[in-house]
């Protein structure tokens, strides 16, 4: 698989250096799989996926699929892994998780311990590994002082080069163990464009040590697979790249860990654009690497953390390994203030030129100034040669307050691996609330340190006991080093009484909000959540942040103690209280005259019963921001049943098929939606779900922006299935390749793709202006109501003259109203349509059919206030419902809908 990863590290251009070792078999390692294929609960089918490999002539690695036949395991399928980096190097498996990926810290530790001290476990006998590859990460963000990371160290020390993935958390300060290994070789992934895929881990660590140390590709990486061979992305698929290429050099040079990390380092290619807390010393190459005979090292410096104005320095050895040439060196520094971009004059070298004679070696010594404002600083040593030789080294620094945090817990004791989060609330950029909001856990001491510049912080702690929540919060200015220290036992109890004793409360939640305002486009929330609480007490530091408290309950004698999460209850109360900041204790008790009462139909499209799933969310007027997520819950549908809700709230709902009851398999079907619960207690709301006919809604919008002196144009034309009640379809899984989006401009096809999600968007940039587009959307539902949708529309773009270039919005609804199965008992029904502005409506019409389609008999319809129009169907039995409609403003924008079966 000779794919863009090896000609990005230029892997495919270089002489390999084969190892000639011949292949052995150490052992069988495998995972084995069971199958229960007739479904008595006993397996019926064994595999074992072989995942040890061998090189053959070809430089193919292979693996085996095995089966059992009864009598013996026999091959039933050839994996092809491909060639790699390293063709002909000896591939020893030692396995740390378990089938499912998960495992113990112990495990991990006893891996690495097996591969670098070998079998006997004795260093240096000639049975360890050369090189440890480990594709494995966490979000425990350490100074590197952590057992797994210290064996890595131990096994670098003991000869071994240890390479490991950065992580996927795709943020600063997010290098988890074991990356976070000071003398690991740590790997960040690139896309197939050459630039830092969106979710590869930066650095710096907790204690600001330069992290990644290099980049490899990472995106779309042909890799093995029981079945064969797949595509993956994610650093654990960057990591082997860079364990090829140590391959290559030490089999080339014999060096020792420190070198081989430093030669990778030095000769990578620095990406534009990219930081060293980002890229590290950039994404590796092997050409580069192997045709360069000057070696610095170490590569990598890390200064440190100053909270004060001085002045510090380290060394560089330049290595010349060729023998019988000298080199001539130039040298230039700088260095950039992360946060803010700028590149300051707060480096120098004592030389800027050095002369090396064959074989031989020579220093420089590299000096930094901390009066600097506080920030992070990402610095490049650039070293070119008279061979025409470009290599680099890097460094880093940070000049911040260094803050030292301690929690007690409610007894007075230490808190010891509590969650702790700091959130800048004073950021002057995204980059600085990126860079200095943060997250990690108390030490078994109950501390934990963080490095912060100047301004106004959040830090808060999260600890629990007896099924009661304690929020611990500190909040001011910081502009020095300090001492902070979280008590619980100064937190306050808020309390929710139900004022009844026939419910059950399924959930208690609670939310500390926190906006920063411009600089991040949503609020940061935390938020936790409890199944079936014994209290309903929550507590929480005098604060001035926005806190929510809720929970959810339902009458005691629908409990289901053989299932709790599946509550067949007819009437279910959701709650959400919402303050403005915390002086002292609260206690809610609850009026249920103030509930606003909804409701609430769960259909299904004519099937048997289901087991539906459920989840909300809730939003507060008073700050429209989250309350909190709930529990997933069950329950059979079709259902009705009645939700009380607390007033001036918005609630986000999900509601999706879980399983079949019976033996009949039907459709998936997933919705969202929201509700407001109203300003006005005791309202009462109806809300029906899975409700026909389904139809698309449908809506354009455009942006502009100035280039070469021209205001430029770019279009997104999006549209998704809704329901009667405007919920929002999540996705269909089936064949992908009916649902199709076509776009015409001025009469020409200019977009013609399928649509796998459950949105039907186009963007569409720098667009000629004035334009006429036309848009076909095909839409399968796979349900057995409304299973195909069709619609079209059509509209003149000129945003000059006008800004909205939506046609007209129309939404059906059926009434009477249909039953649970989206069923109407007799009689005639009528159509109604809902347009949303209806004020530059020219004409509108509709059609029904009862044939599916194949004939339309035209509806006549009557305008009412607010944009309703009505028309009567003739009374029709057994049959299935199609409509069709057509929607025209005075600016010639028009749509039409047909839903088939609806």
């Known amino acids: 698989y000779y794919e863009y990863n090896f000609t990005l590290i230029m892997a495919n251009g270089t002489s390999y250096v084969k190892s000639g070792r011949s292949i052995e078999t150490i052992g069988d390692i495998y995972d084995e799989v069971s199958y229960d294929e007739d479904g008595d609960g006993a397996p019926d089918l064994f595999r074992r996926i072989y995942i040890y490999a061998y090189s053959s002539d070809d430089d193919t690695l292979y693996g085996y699929v095995k089966a059992w036949n009864g009598t013996e395991w026999v091959p039933i399928s050839k994996m092809v892994v491909g060639p790699g980096v390293a063709p002909g190097a000896y591939l020893w498996n030692v396995k740390v998780l378990n089938r499912w990926g998960w495992g113990y810290w112990d495990w991990v530790i006893a891996g690495i311990e097996f591969a670098a001290y070998g079998p006997d476990g004795e260093p240096n006998t000639g049975d360890e590994a050369d090189i440890l590859s480990m594709s494995l990460g966490s979000d425990w963000w350490s100074d590197g002082s952590d057992p797994v990371s210290m064996a890595v160290d131990a096994a670098v020390d003991a000869g071994r080069i240890v390479v490991v993935a950065a992580g996927n958390w795709g943020e600063y300060s997010t290098i988890g163990v074991p990356a976070t290994a000071k003398k690991a070789i740590t790997v960040g992934a690139t896309t197939k464009s050459d630039e830092l895929a969106f979710f ?7 204690d600001m040590r330069v992290k990644p140390d290099v980049l490899a590709p990472g995106v779309g990486i042909t890799s093995s697979a029981p079945w064969g061979a797949a595509s993956w992305s994610g650093t654990s698929m960057a990591t082997p790249h860079v364990a090829g290429a140590a391959a290559i050099l030490k089999q080339a040079s014999g060096f020792e860990p420190p070198l081989i990390k430093s030669w990778l380092i030095s000769t990578a290619d620095l990406l534009p654009g990219y930081n060293v807390y980002q890229q590290g010393g950039g994404r590796i190459n092997l050409t580069s690497a192997l045709n360069t005979a000057v070696l610095p090292h170490p590569a990598t410096i890390s200064f440190g953390v100053y909270d004060d104005n001085t002045t510090d320095s380290a060394t560089i050895t330049l290595y010349n390994l060729d023998e019988t040439s000298g080199r001539r060196l130039n040298l230039t520094v700088q260095v950039q203030d992360i946060a803010s971009g700028e590149f300051l004059n707060c480096a120098w070298l004592n030389a800027t030129t050095l002369t090396l004679p064959p074989s031989s070696q020579g220093k420089v010594s590299l000096w930094i100034n901390t009066s600097i404002p506080k920030s992070i600083y990402s610095g490049v040593v650039l070293i070119e040669t008279n061979a025409s030789e470009t ?45 200095f909001t943060k997250w990690g856990w108390l030490n078994d001491y109950g501390n934990a340190t963080f490095y912060l510049n100047d301004g106004y912080y959040y830090i808060i702690s999260e600890g629990w006991e007896n099924d009661t ?4 919060i500190s909040e001011g200015v910081i502009r020095n080093s300090t001492y902070i220290e979280l008590d619980e036992r100064e937190t306050v109890p808020i309390t929710i009484d139900l004022n009844r004793t026939d419910m059950v409360v399924c959930q208690k939640d609670s939310s500390i909000n926190i906006d920063v305002g411009y600089w991040l486009p949503f609020p940061c929330e935390l938020w936790d959540i409890w199944w079936y609480p014994n209290n309903l007490e929550t507590y929480v530091s005098p604060t001035t942040l926005n806190v929510t408290f809720g929970c959810s309950f339902y009458p005691a004698e629908d409990y289901n103690p053989s299932d709790p999460g599946r509550i067949e209850t007819s009437e279910w109360y959701k709650l959400h209280y919402a303050e403005l900041g915390i002086s002292g204790p609260i206690e809610y008790v609850v009026d249920y005259s103030e509930l606003v009462e909804k409701k609430t139909n769960y259909r299904v499209a004519q099937t048997p019963e289901v087991l539906a799933a459920y989840a909300h969310w809730a939003f507060t007027s008073k700050f429209y921001q989250p309350c909190a997520a709930t529990y997933v819950f069950t329950f059979t549908a079709p259902k009705s049943r009645v939700e009380l809700l607390s007033p001036h709230t918005t609630y986000d709902m999900d509601v999706w098929k879980e399983e079949d ?37 449908y809506t354009n919008w455009w942006w502009s922006w100035i280039e070469d002196n021209s205001t430029r144009y770019s279009l997104t034309i999006y549209s998704e299935p809704e329901d009667a009640y405007r919920h929002r379809e999540y996705c269909w899984w089936d064949d992908w390749n009916l649902n199709r989006m076509l ?17 039907y968007m186009v963007d569409l940039y720098d667009q000629p202006t004035p334009s006429e587009y036309h848009v076909i959307i095909d839409c399968y539902t796979y349900q057995h109501l409304s299973p195909y949708i069709h619609a079209e529309a059509e509209f003149l773009f000129k945003p000059e003259e006008q800004s909205d270039i939506t046609p007209p919005r129309v939404r059906p609804y059926i009434k009477p109203e249909p039953d649970l199965n989206n069923t109407i008992i007799g009689g005639p029904m009528r159509l109604m349509l809902d347009v949303e502005d209806d004020s530059n409506v020219s004409n509108l019409s509709a059609w029904y059919s009862i044939d599916g389609g194949e004939t339309w008999t035209p509806i006549t319809l009557t305008a009412y206030p607010n944009g309703t129009y009505i028309g009567e ?18 600016l010639g924008n028009w749509i039409a809908q047909y839903i088939i079966d609806g």
């Open 391 to 435: 290599l680099h080294v890097i460094f880093g620094f940070s000049k911040l307050n260094k803050v030292n945090i301690h929690k007690i817990d409610i007894y007075g004791r230490d808190a010891d691996d509590d969650p702790i989060w700091i959130v800048k609330y004073d950021p002057t950029s995204y980059m600085d609330f990126s860079l």
């Open 661 to 697: 009851l019976g033996e009949a398999s039907t459709p998936y079907w997933r919705w969202w939606g929201s509700i407001y619960s109203g300003e006005n207690t005791g309202e009462a709301l109806y809300d029906a779900w899975n409700s026909h006919p389904i139809h698309m809604f």
């Open 469 to 472: 929540t304690y929020w611990t």
């Open 200 to 206: 590869s881990s930066c650095g710096p660590t907790v």
């Open 743 to 759: 776009v015409y401009r001025n009469g020409t096809l200019i977009w013609n793709d399928t649509c796998p999600w459950y949105d």
């Open 873 to 890: 169907i003739d009374a029709i039995s057994g049959r299935c419902l199609s409509i069709g409609y057509n929607a025209s403003d005075t």
